[in-house]
């Protein structure tokens, strides 16, 4: 019950805009509203000028759960963009990616699997695992790609956000906000491939016998939908930032908590 209302609220923040007559993101307002929003937090941003549309709470530092794989992500294919290394490299499972607890498609230490693979299973499925892997991929270490999470974060302007691991597990120090998690997320929709893994809604691993089930259902039921990132913690609650896309207009919505 809680996910399908924390699922609602994000399309009710989308639809606030999605439905009304198409303007450009210039004419955009402010929404004034009553909506009631049933989270502690939420924002809706247009995707290209990050225009605030709505917001509620939007700097209240909050355990973002999964959504700080969006970070992850945003890293990985900056990386990408750089040459370190493409969707057909192969990368291997170390111990402590393996050890990773919560979602995952359960990587065995030495494991293999190319760039793409370990990308759809961090899209889909929200594997922690495969997050870490990437995470190793990108810095050497957890903990150094840590310091780049916490580097790019001060970059965007993220005021209210520090990271403490890859893949969102709940840490003391490990927080962000409704806002900040908008700006990164339009920051990863940057990338045209990435669309190419947040808009999946099932696909499979290993010849078919791991499946990977999108945790975000908006990318099946939702009209124009372009990803992006789901999260659900005990410290967190469930989290969802979602984007779309009708005709020119391109939106984000946060809703924490």
Partial sequence: ???????????????????????????????????????????LIEQNTGQVLYEENADEPMAPASITKIMTLLLTFEAMEQGKFGLDTPLTCSEHAASMGGSQIWLEVGETMTVDEILRATFISSANDAAVVLAEAVAGSEEAFVAQMNQKAAQLGMKNTHFQNATGLDAPEHYSTARDIAVMSAALLHYPGVTDYSTVWMDSLRDGATQLVNTNKLVRFYDGATGLKTGTTDGAGSCLAASAKRGELSLVAVSLG
Avoid: G, W
């Avoid at 609602?8 to 606030?16: E, P």
């Avoid at 009304?20 to 939420?42: F, G, K």
């Fill in 1 to 43: 019950m809680i996910v399908h209302s924390i699922k609602k609220t994000a399309a009710l923040l989308l639809a606030v805009c999605l439905t009304v007559t198409p303007v450009s993101a210039d004419e955009m307002q402010p929404q004034q509203t009553d909506m009631a929003l049933d989270c502690r937090s939420a924002i």
